[in-house]
């Protein structure tokens, strides 16, 4: 390769540092177009200025890569470890450390790695066997009498942990079950420091485990997704805090544990809740208690002062009383007076009506005179009148009846049937008919009709 502005037959020149990075970079731009790559992805960080960094790696090898900011924007797939992708990126190189890696500029899934798929695969397993089942998680207790820490000596997690249990509960017994987090072997001896923990709590009075490891990639997390770890949590008697990683972290140990914590510092925070609620309830109820006690001294202060403005003494008593006294035998003897006065008046109304009441034969005498000469008259005219309506009625009564009209020689003649006939027609030639006359009545035959002469 020919330096840039340098023959070939010039002796080589002298090249700074930054010299030689930049003709490498676009040695190396130069050479390799953009291309697709795939791998796996590992170590997935999200900067704060948007960029993202990663590495991609196979079986045999890995490259650093880095996606700025305006194509993270629009990547609509969501980068963490353990993914399978293909990359289209510029093979360059970071001139400043001299850092060979891919500038990414389109990503797409092209499968989930086999680290991940391994990861899935034992969470189903254990899941389907019950060993994440809701109802077998264990409860925090609320006061425990110690903890046991289980994470390596030199972790920085382990300063966490310790400063959020010195801050919240310092009292709190601590130990320390060392054990490597990370590498080959770890999972079993993870597993082992659970079995201990088991093991001593009786001695040691132990109530919880905290689990605790800090961040990092799939590989170095792998320790907590080994099913001798998960089944050594469900098997140890104490309730187990698993913290490991990042809030973004999930591995086996946090299905299996009784309790999840996002970070190490929460799995402190979650063992010691009990005693750090309890520093906020006493104080709770010291407040209500202080003021309970206050109001109850207030209201036997008010209860002291009503019984002393009750406390008077014996004499003032007995002028008070004597004082009480007249007052009432004034007021009744201004009501007595009031009802003798009352009754006086009402006495002389009623004395006055019965006066005005009382009946006066005497002077009433001459009226009595009058009205019974005027009764008197009355009835005679009334007795007269009512002997000519009399004589006026028999008189009228006397004209309608029968027996005189038949002593003017008028007479009644009946069929044999008994009915009175007003008519020729109504009798036949030859029957027989009966005549009362004013004194008596004889029976004849009819032997003709002589009807009345039609009217013109």
Not at 313 to 325: C, F
Not at 341 to 357: E, I, K, V
Not at 392 to 409: F, I, K, M, Q
Request: net charge positive; charged share 20%.
């Amino acid at each position: 390769m020919e330096i840039p502005g340098t023959p070939l037959d010039t002796p080589p020149m002298t090249l700074s540092v930054s010299d030689l990075n930049r003709y490498a970079r676009q040695a190396l731009e130069s050479r390799f177009p953009p291309l697709w790559v795939r791998g796996e992805l590992s170590n997935v960080t999200h900067a704060p200025s948007g960029h993202v960094y990663f590495t991609l790696k196979d079986a045999g090898a890995q490259v650093r890569c880095t996606l700025w900011r305006s194509r993270a924007q629009r990547l609509n797939l969501s980068l963490r470890a353990g993914m399978q992708v293909e990359l289209r990126a510029q093979v360059t190189l970071y001139e400043p450390r001299g850092d060979y890696q891919l500038s990414v500029e389109a990503v797409r899934e092209a499968g989930v790695g086999h680290l991940f798929d391994a990861f899935l695969r034992l969470r189903a397993k254990l899941e389907a066997e019950g060993l994440f089942a809701a109802d077998i998680k264990r409860a925090l207790p609320p006061y425990p009498r110690g903890a046991a820490i289980i994470t390596s000596a030199q972790a920085a997690a382990l300063k966490d942990v310790c400063a959020s249990f010195a801050r919240r509960a310092p009292h709190l017994p601590l130990l320390l079950l060392p054990t490597p987090v990370q590498g080959e072997g770890a999972g079993a001896r993870i597993a082992a420091a659970l079995d201990r923990a088991g093991r001593v709590a009786a001695e040691r009075a132990l109530d919880v485990v905290v689990l605790v490891r800090g961040g990092g990639s799939i590989e170095d997390l792998w320790a907590f997704n080994e099913e001798v770890v998960a089944r050594a949590i469900r098997r140890c008697p104490l309730p187990v805090v698993c913290g490991v990683g990042h809030e973004t972290d999930f591995t086996i140990a946090d299905f299996a544990a009784d309790l999840r914590a996002t970070t190490p510092t929460a799995a402190a925070e979650l063992a010691s809740a009990g005693f750090h609620g309890a520093s906020t309830q006493l104080a709770e109820h010291r407040r209500a208690l202080r003021h309970a006690l206050q109001r109850r001294l207030d209201t036997a202060g008010q209860r002291v002062d009503r019984v002393a403005l009750r406390l008077t003494h014996p004499r003032q008593r007995l002028a008070d009383s004597r004082t009480a006294l007249l007052a009432l035998e004034r007021r009744l003897r201004m009501a007595m007076q009031a009802r003798q006065q009352m009754l006086r008046r009402q006495h002389a109304h009623l004395a006055a009506r019965l006066g005005a009441r009382r009946p006066a034969p005497a002077r009433l005498r001459p009226a009595l005179d009058a009205l019974h000469v005027a009764l008197g008259r009355n009835a005679a005219r009334q007795l007269a009148q009512r002997h000519m309506q009399l004589d006026t009625l028999a008189a009228h009564l006397a004209h309608l009846n029968p027996e005189a009209v038949l002593s003017r020689g008028f007479s009644i003649t009946r069929d044999s049937a008994g009915r009175i006939l007003r008519n020729a027609a109504d009798t036949a030639v030859g029957s027989a008919v009966s005549v009362q006359l004013h004194h008596g009545a004889v029976d004849a035959t009819i032997t003709a009709q002589h009807s009345p002469p039609a009217a013109d």
